[in-house]
Each structure stands twice: as C-alpha cells, then as structure tokens.
C-alpha cells in the first residue's frame, strides 16, 4: 500500500467490524488517508465475503466495496492469545470501531475500560442497534429493523401502499458516516487535551436522524406524515414527472421557480389559478397538479424537458438507473469511480471517495485485502517476532491469506 497522502495520513484504526455500517466508517477514513487495519473473524472473516451473489472472481462483490484501501488481518477473538494480541495493538492505536451487540466487547474484556487501561487516548467508537444506554442497548440491530423503528419505512413508497424500506441501506450507511464524523471530532479533542473518549452511535440514531422535516410536523402538529412518494411534504411541485422515455425531477420548491416552471411547461395562465396561486394551494391541490403537469410532460423527452428547463433556471434532472448514474460524464468527472485491481478478482470498480481535498488529496484507491492478506506484514509493525508469528498461525489465533 502507497503511503498516503490524505488530510489523516498518520491516523490508526483498528476496525473490528463487518457487513455495512463499520465498514462504511473504515472505509471513509481509509479514503481520507488513516491506515485502517480491518480486523476479520476466524474462520470465515467478515460476513459480507459471504454474500456471493453478485460475485467477480470467486470475490464477494459487496465485499470489495466497503473495504477497499484497508489492510486485512485475521484474528481469533475467541483465542486468550488473540485477545491479548488486541490489547497489544490497542496501545498504539489511535482509534478503534467496532459494531458488535452492544456489551460484546466487554465480555470478551475488549471494552472500552480494558483498551482505556493500556492506552488512555484511545477514541473508541461503537456502533451498535439502538445505542450504549437506554433500555434497548442490549438488542442486536439491523438496516430493516431500524428503518422501521425509526419511522422511515412509513413515510416511504407511494400513499396507500404497503410499508416500504428505502432502497439503500440507509441506516446502516449513515451510521457509519456519523461514526467516522463522531472520531473525526473525538480526535480533535484528543489533539487539544491528550484524552481519548467513547464515540456512539447506532443505526436507530442515524435512521431518526433522516426524519428531520418529518420529525418537524409532528412536533408542530402531532401529526404523523404519511408516504408521498417522490412528492416533497412542504413544497409542490417538487416530485417525479412522467416523460416521454422516461421520468424527470422538477424542483419549483419556490414561488419564482413555479412561474418559471409555468413558463416552460406552456402554461402560464396557471399562475393566476387560485388552486396554485401560493405554495399552501398548491399542497392542497397537488393531485390536480400533478395530473395537470404530467400530461403536458408526456409531450416531450427528459432530453427535451432538461433542456428547457436548465435553460430557465429551473432545477430538474433525470431519474437515473444505478447504471446511467454510475456512467454519467458528471460521476465519473468527480472521481466517483474509481478503478480497483485485485489480486483474486481482477479488475474491477468502485464508488471513490465522496469528499474531495484541494491541498492534501485521497489516497489511490487499493483493494479489499484477501482474508488475512497483511496479518502477517501488521504483525510485524507492533514487533512480534517471525517466529511468535508462525506459532500463532499454527495455533490458529490468526491467519494468512
């Protein structure tokens, strides 16, 4: 691996993570420059690698993804000696994840007191279902459930539906955004003070957290939203139209906007329609509106409506297949993809970094290691001998790829 050349070149994390929302914080901070050690199970590694479908190569396909530009090691966290080889590691580690059921670490004498004990300005960051307090800290979490816990599967999909989850794994991947900001801001104050703290977060918090503007009407009216598809609860018209080939976002979420969109769409007596004349109107009568709107746009191609549309000023844009976004001139202008050549898998793409720096760029983009890949070069690192390294590969307290 290159060094890097990151804004947190420098920075250590050991990441005892798997599947999504850990891997997802490894991964932004490896992006960023830290050397992240991914530590996997024994036998078996992450659970993700076992997600054969898609695979390339023999190789998980979701796996390579939240795991690229980290090093691998393989870890018996069952084993007294591989415990122990933790603690060892803990000592010089600035940083450890970990999303394990809340109370896991610390049964295996892993917690957060243990590593404190050997290294006081440990940042020690736990993701976990519901959090590390309240009566549910000791319920195991997952996407679906969070995002039904938090509400977001009753505000998602179409009115009159049944309850839908959002298509990403939305609670997971934030999650894991909030835990890398949380170590972000934890390692500041360990920069000013010396001291080390806990991070913590868990799936139902980031999954609440994407109610914001929902959360607001209920509190204002105790009045729980209802699903409204790709219509916006505040601001009309601010949804999906129908084109001719395909679908199209119109935002007119202000009132200069819907003139404009009045203008383009060839209808400009629609703005002295007392049904649209405010925003309120429109709300109350946006199955008229959109009806009204969706037949005008039928007229013509998403080409043609962006056209006219950027032409005006009006923001708009098509809704893309995963494969149109992934292709699209803009995407691949910002880096977002990023060639990958692994040593099983071959070639192969990835999502790049989503945050970009001016003076101290991301690093080059490395592959998701092979189960144990680097466990016998990080070894080396925190000075275990050759020697103590192949007994602990013969007494299967860690592996080699």
């Known amino acids: 691996m290159k060094p890097s050349t990151g804004p947190l070149a420098g920075l250590r994390v050991l990441e005892v993570t798997q599947i999504m929302s850990g891997p997802t914080c490894g991964l932004l901070l490896a992006d960023m420059g830290a050397d992240v050690i ?24 979701p796996f390579m993804m939240m795991n ?23 000592k010089s580690a600035d940083v450890l994840v970990e999303n394990f059921r809340g109370g896991t670490m610390d049964k295996l004498g892993l917690g957060y007191e243990a590593l404190k ?73 360990k920069l000013k003070t010396g001291e080390g703290q806990v991070v913590d977060t868990s799936l139902s918090d980031a999954a609440l957290q994407q109610t914001y503007w929902h959360a607001a009407v209920w509190f204002a009216t105790q009045r729980s939203p209802e699903p409204t598809g790709s219509a916006h609860i505040l601001t009309a018209p601010y949804q999906a139209f129908e084109a001719s080939d395909g679908w199209i976002n ?52 998403r080409g043609e409506w962006q056209a006219a549309f950027d032409a005006a000023g009006v923001p708009a844009g098509p809704v893309h297949t995963i494969g149109e976004a992934l292709s699209h001139p803009q995407t691949l202008a910002r880096g977002m993809v990023v060639e990958v050549e692994h040593p099983q898998a071959g070639a192969t ?39 103590e390294i192949d007994a602990l590969v013969a007494e299967g307290v860690v592996a080699e790829a």
């Open 117 to 189: 004990a050997v290294n006081p300005g440990l940042i020690y960051c736990a993701i976990t279902g519901y959090g590390r307090s309240g009566p549910y800290a000791d319920k195991g979490g997952f996407d679906l459930i969070a995002q039904g816990f938090a509400g977001l599967m009753s505000i998602t999909g179409e009115a009159g539906r049944p309850p839908a989850k959002s298509g990403s794994a939305v609670s997971d991947m934030n999650a894991g955004i909030l835990a890398a900001l949380g170590i972000l801001a934890a390692y500041i104050h």
């Open 349 to 387: 793409r990835a999502i790049g970094c989503p945050i970009h720096f001016s003076a101290s760029p991301d690093r080059s983009s490395t592959p998701a290691p092979l189960l144990g890949q680097h466990t016998r070069e990080v070894l080396r690192e925190f000075d275990l001998p050759e020697a």
């Open 250 to 301: 119109i935002g007119g979420a202000n009132q200069a906007n819907w003139e404009r969109i009045c203008d383009v769409l060839g209808n400009p007596a629609w703005k002295g329609d007392e049904r649209f004349a405010t925003n309120r109107d429109r709300m109350a009568h946006l199955d008229v509106l959109v009806e009204l709107m969706n037949a005008v746009v039928r007229t013509r191609t």
């Open 68 to 90: 690229r530009n980290k090093r691998g090691l393989a870890l018996n966290l069952k084993s007294p000696k591989g415990r122990a080889l933790l603690l060892k590691m803990a």
């Open 38 to 61: 991914k530590i996997e199970k024994i036998p078996g590694g992450d659970d993700a690698r076992g997600y054969r479908d898609p695979q390339v190569g023999g190789v998980s396909a």
